[in-house]
């Protein structure tokens, strides 16, 4: 058994679709696990569309919502708001087969992780004159949370609530690989997923951002927390939509989104072209080699130095 990533497949788009429709063609999965890392649709027709290809195409998929997973749609605002919206793709994730909780697969535990983005986790310093993160996410209009009195985008509290949920997953994983580390001495693989990131390092410094205060709606450090707490081998994460594989503090980090269209003409490489990455081959009970991504192999390289202000040539431009 082999375990895949993917992260910000957006099957909103046809082209997306079409992709996901393609991975079924393939027998070569069928007994392997995907994680999906996040940001399906926000249409729940669509969302369901593509869940149900992709447990074609693998033996255990694995979600885990994005930011616009749980948008609400202004005909759905009056019945649910973005943790109704949680609950209802959750529901639709348990008809389909689809993980949403913690699981053990082919001798390896995948751990999805709920989480959410706060302002206070960017700590390095701003650009100045960078246009607020409030008016280029959709996020602050389209996610709502009234059915929690107290959550609010303007503090960690959505955070903070987001990653509580974790709390009966994270306690059952742990007693079950302390468990198997008693009686066997080894302790079983692990491998975590979110949405967003726990750690600033991965992602480029504001200078190299054509939306600076991007690093304001990305990261969590409750989600940090719980990574630290866990302890896994690999932890898999989207939402920047820059393909990353790099180690920090001994756990493996990777992104690997289909993303936009657009994207994908940028990089030269059509969704037709694009498959899930390999983490994990059960043949060989390790991880995969990394692979070469562009703005972790400059990091690997180069000392962040988020002191600069000054605008990367293609930013300035």
């Not at 005909?75 to 699981?103: F, H, M, N, W």
């Not at 990653?163 to 059952?172: C, F, K, M, Q, V």
Request: proline share 8%; with cysteine.
């Amino acid at each position: 058994m082999r375990v895949w990533a993917v992260s910000d497949v957006h099957t909103d788009y046809k082209d997306n679709m079409a992709w996901a429709e393609q991975l079924c063609s393939s027998r070569e999965t069928r007994e392997d696990t995907l994680i999906v890392a996040g940001d399906v649709s926000d249409d729940l027709p669509t969302f369901r569309r593509t869940m149900e290809l992709l447990t074609r195409a693998y033996a255990h998929v694995f979600f885990v919502p994005g930011n616009h997973d749980l948008w609400c749609r202004k005909a759905e605002r009056d019945i649910r708001d973005s943790l109704g919206k949680l609950a209802l793709l959750e529901g639709a994730c348990a008809e389909l087969g689809v993980y949403t909780q913690p699981a053990c697969v082919g001798g390896v535990w995948v751990v999805p992780l709920l989480s959410w983005y706060h302002a206070s986790w960017d700590r390095e310093p701003d650009l100045p004159g960078a246009t607020p993160i409030e008016k280029i996410m959709m996020d602050f209009h389209a996610c709502t949370w009234s059915s929690v009195p107290g959550l609010t985008p303007a503090d960690d509290s959505i955070a903070w609530h987001m990653d509580s949920l974790n709390d009966p997953g994270t306690a059952r994983v742990l007693a079950a690989l302390d468990a198997a580390e008693a009686v066997s001495g080894v302790r079983p693989p692990l491998i975590t997923f979110s949405h967003f990131l726990p750690d600033q390092r991965l992602l480029p410094e504001k200078r190299m951002l054509h939306h600076p205060n991007l690093a304001k709606a990305v990261g969590s450090d409750p989600l940090a927390a719980r990574i630290a707490r866990l302890r896994p081998a690999a932890h898999v994460f989207g939402h920047t939509h820059f393909s990353w594989d790099a180690e920090l503090d001994g756990v493996r980090y990777v992104q690997w989104p289909l993303g936009y269209p657009a994207e994908q003409r940028r990089r030269g490489r059509p969704a037709a072209d694009w498959r899930p990455m390999l983490v994990y081959d059960g043949a060989r009970g390790e991880l995969t080699s990394p692979r070469a991504c562009y703005w972790s192999s400059h990091y690997a390289a180069v000392r962040r130095t988020p002191w600069d202000l000054t605008p990367a040539p293609w930013v300035a431009a």
